[in-house]
Each structure stands twice: as structure tokens, then as C-alpha cells.
């Protein structure tokens, strides 16, 4: 199993948890904290992800391309 994917199972994990902690009715605080806990583990993925992808993208100039879009699209710049 590579990084990506190890992190991205334990956020999977993460939703699980706060799925239940939703379903079971718990502190709503302690839900939020775990959403934000989880937004900031895709987050650290996500950067990892583009981390690698740019360094592959600067070697062609149409995946450059391409590698430019998705971050405008990502951070809304026009």
C-alpha cells in the first residue's frame, strides 16, 4: 500500500467515526472537531497529491497545461 492510499484510509475511517458519533447522537462539538480533524487530513492529502503532480507536470508542457487548470479551478483563480 502506498501513502496516498494509507491516508486516505484513515480518513476513510475518520467518516466512519463520525458518521457514528452523528448517529449515536453525540456531543455536537465533538462531531465538528472530528469534521475538521477530517478536512485537514484530505487537505494534507490533496498537497501531497498536487506535491507530486507538479513535479511530474514540468516535464511536459501539455500536462502543465493541464496541471495549471485543475488549480485554478482548485483555488477559483481567474
Given at each position: 500500500m502506498d501513502v496516498v492510499t494509507g491516508k486516505l484510509n484513515r480518513v476513510?475511517?475518520?467518516?466512519?467515526?463520525i458518521k457514528r458519533?452523528?448517529?449515536?447522537?453525540q456531543d455536537c462539538l465533538q462531531v465538528v472537531q472530528q469534521i475538521v480533524a477530517a478536512r485537514q487530513a484530505l487537505a494534507r492529502v490533496a498537497k501531497d497529491l498536487l506535491?507530486?503532480?507538479?513535479?511530474?507536470?514540468?516535464?511536459?508542457?501539455?500536462?502543465?497545461?493541464?496541471?495549471?487548470?485543475?488549480?485554478?479551478?482548485?483555488?477559483?483563480?481567474?
Open positions: 476513510e475511517g475518520q467518516v466512519r467515526g458519533l452523528y448517529e449515536e447522537k506535491t507530486g503532480e507538479a513535479v511530474q507536470c514540468s516535464r511536459s508542457p501539455k500536462k502543465q497545461q493541464d496541471f495549471d487548470k485543475l488549480l485554478k479551478s482548485l483555488f477559483d483563480i481567474t
